[in-house]
């Protein structure tokens, strides 16, 4: 169980990394 919510927190962190990333590189795209 605790090594499940240990695999399981480091990839919602990343997961919410890649998408704040994705916003940063939409936002820039679309500002002129």
């Known amino acids: ?3 499940h919510h240990i695999f399981t927190c480091p ?3 990343s997961l919410i990394s890649s998408i ?3 916003r940063t590189k ?3 795209a ?3």
């Open 11 to 13: 990839t919602i962190i």
């Open 26 to 28: 939409f936002y820039s």
């Open 30 to 32: 679309f500002q002129f």
């Open 20 to 22: 704040q990333t994705y």
């Open 1 to 3: 169980m605790f090594s």
